[in-house]
T-cell receptor
Framework: NAGVTQTPKFQVLKTGQSMTLQCAQD?????MSWYRQDPGMGLRLIHY???????DQGEVPNGYNVSRSTTEDFPLRLLSAAPSQTSVYFC?????????????FGPGTRLTVT | AQRVTQPEKLLSVFKGAPVELKCNYS??????LFWYVQYSRQRLQLLLR??SRESIKGFTADLNKGETSFHLKKPFAQEEDSAMYYC?????????FGTGTRLLVSP
């Protein structure tokens, strides 16, 4: 099992550009989530999904979109990148629709917006 | 409101010294708490959960509802314990993380 995979590992964007961060898991987990990690701020939840076709907002959803068309994939879209979105992004998955008893994290994507 | 507070950004100790990473929470319901760890160049992973009352890698954490705390303890720190530690609180369909404490264990 590859677990949770994320691509790309690194990305540099200019302000106003859009892009999609990819996340996939091969553990058949119903629950998937996206976090951003910033110094002094910890991990903050952006969006999450409790199953295919179901998504909901987390703590910091503005500027991001998600969709969940399959159990395996949960892409995160930045609509118009801003310097404030410079961060490390983590995708995670978990069992069941709660998925919060244990979350399995991907390796992260380091995004810089100039 | 659900909130997790980790008051220390950095905790620096010598090898063999006791370690206590502090975590306080705010939650109106019955709390479920976890400690996650991120070693250098590794993924964030679950270290332990209060409901299991387990000891992992020598670490233990006891839920104290009176003090709303879930401090992580280890009697004798090892250099390989150096990592970023996050306390997390289980809410409805989500985990709420603290800001993290970096533990540095020096030889």
């Amino acid at each position: 099992n590859a677990g949770v995979t994320q691509t790309p590992k690194f990305q540099v964007l200019k302000t106003g550009q859009s892009m999609t961060l990819q996340c996939a898991q091969d553990m058949n987990h119903e629950y998937m989530s996206w976090y951003r990690q910033d110094p002094g701020m910890g991990l903050r939840l952006i969006h999450y999904s409790v199953g295919a076709g179901i998504t909901d907002q987390g703590e910091v959803p503005n500027g991001y979109n998600v969709s969940r068309s399959t159990t395996e994939d949960f892409p995160l879209r930045l609509l118009s990148a801003a310097p404030s979105q410079t961060s490390v992004y983590f995708c995670a998955s978990g069992r069941g629709t709660s998925g919060t008893y244990e979350q399995y994290f991907g390796p992260g994507t380091r995004l810089t917006v100039t | 409101a659900q909130r997790v507070t980790q008051p220390e950004k950095l905790l620096s100790v010598f090898k063999g010294a006791p370690v206590e990473l502090k975590c306080n929470y705010s939650y109106s319901g019955s709390p479920e708490l976890f400690w996650y760890v991120q070693y250098s160049r590794q993924r964030l992973q679950l270290l332990l959960r209060h409901i299991s009352r387990e000891s992992i890698k020598g670490f233990t954490a006891d839920l104290n509802k009176g003090e709303t705390s879930f401090h992580l303890k280890k009697p004798f720190a090892q250099e390989e314990d150096s990592a970023m530690y996050y306390c997390a609180l289980r809410g409805f369909q989500k985990l709420v993380f603290g800001t993290g404490t970096r533990l540095l264990v020096s030889p």
